[in-house]
């Protein structure tokens, strides 16, 4: 069996507002990932997704921080760390993300060579340092093997690249030093269809080649992580509802929120409009409030009196996990 490179105790985070609200963003999450292993997160936005991400990172840094639990990566915890710790020794080596957004991750007045140097510089272990030379030949070899105009876009600044240029160099510069695994948060948000298309190639082409080879690709669309994920895990106002093989939770929900996750999207099986997609009424609850019993009750077909009273525990539903007392 391979080593875990990622486990996550019960970790929950919050943010404190300057009002001084809290908001408990992500509530009791725990899950594991082996190398190799591509998990895909799903649910609406606002259920705490990237802040999840950040927690993974050991990325809390204020307005957000974290409550209790646990995030070890190659068995070492990243909590109790700094942030300037975590950035030269995890973040980029062990750990690397592609943001929702690559404009915004790309200083719009450096040319994208002069990002990729910065960038790296920053993620260096003291002591291992790569030469500005070697970065820009490594990043050469790396845009090449991806068959971009490579030196015409290192070159460029941000606004002279296509949406695709930008996420496509975002992603070739946050890969560069061969991760051990990545994050992909909403990689294609934003982008039309075909763009998306070339960035999601791009991402498996980088498995393919083994340039990393664990992932947790977010994203709200379920039909998309049936194809691309071993393992999904759905997301809800902070918890997760449901986990397990990609081929369980898309063909075989049990969570009622899974189930209208699914109704609410069109799969491409069903491009020939054989059904339309049904919205999920009503809007997740406020996570400012202590929630009492299941997040979903009040958007739930099949709740009953008790399931508005009793928290629900995620527990084993055949070698799935659900959070719902009633699914079988
Ligand atoms: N900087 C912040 N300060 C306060 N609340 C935040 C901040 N960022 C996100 N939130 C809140 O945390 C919750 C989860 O947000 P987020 O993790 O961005 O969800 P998702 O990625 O699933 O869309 C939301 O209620 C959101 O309003
Ligand atoms: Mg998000």
Do not use: W
Not at 113 to 137: R, W
Not at 221 to 242: C, K, Q, R, S
């Amino acid at each position: 069996m391979s080593a875990k490179i990622l486990e996550v105790d019960h970790l929950s985070l919050h943010y404190l507002t300057r009002f001084g609200e809290k908001i408990n963003a992500v509530t009791d999450v725990s899950f594991s990932m082996k190398q190799g292993e591509i998990l895909g997160i799903a649910g609406e936005s606002g259920c705490g997704k990237s802040t999840l991400v950040s927690g993974l990172m050991g990325m809390c840094i204020p307005p957000l921080y974290p409550t209790s639990g646990d995030v070890r990566v190659n068995g070492e915890s990243l909590m109790n760390r700094t942030v300037e710790d975590i950035r030269a020794n995890v973040l980029a080596q062990k750990i690397s993300m592609i943001p929702q957004g690559a404009f915004n991750a790309l200083n719009p007045v450096r040319k994208v060579k002069d990002i990729a140097a910065d960038v790296i510089a920053a993620h260096q272990k003291s002591g291992s340092s790569v030469s500005p030379k070697e970065i820009y030949e490594r990043l050469c070899e790396r845009f090449d093997l991806f068959g971009m105009d490579t030196k015409r876009v290192l070159n460029s600044f941000p606004n002279q690249l296509t949406a695709g240029e930008r996420q496509r160099s975002v992603i070739g510069i946050s890969t560069l030093l061969n991760p051990q695994m990545v994050i992909a948060d909403e990689p294609t948000s934003a982008l039309d269809v075909s763009t998306q298309k070339e960035v999601i190639r791009m991402i498996f082409d980088l498995l393919d080649k083994g340039i990393f080879s664990t992932m947790i690709f977010i994203t709200h669309e379920l039909p998309l992580l049936y194809h691309v994920a071993d393992n999904i895990a759905i997301m809800y106002a902070g918890e997760f509802v449901e986990m397990g093989s990609a081929e369980q939770v898309v063909k075989d929900p049990r969570h009622p929120y899974t189930k209208a996750l699914m109704n609410a999207m069109l799969s491409t099986e069903q491009s020939q409009r054989t059904r339309k997609p049904e919205a999920i009424e009503g809007a997740p609850p406020s996570l400012k409030q202590t929630i009492v019993g299941c997040r979903f009750a009040e958007r739930c077909k099949v709740a009953c009196p008790d399931c508005k009273k009793n928290t629900q525990l995620i527990r084993m539903v055949g070698d799935r996990l659900v959070r719902c007392d009633y699914a079988k």
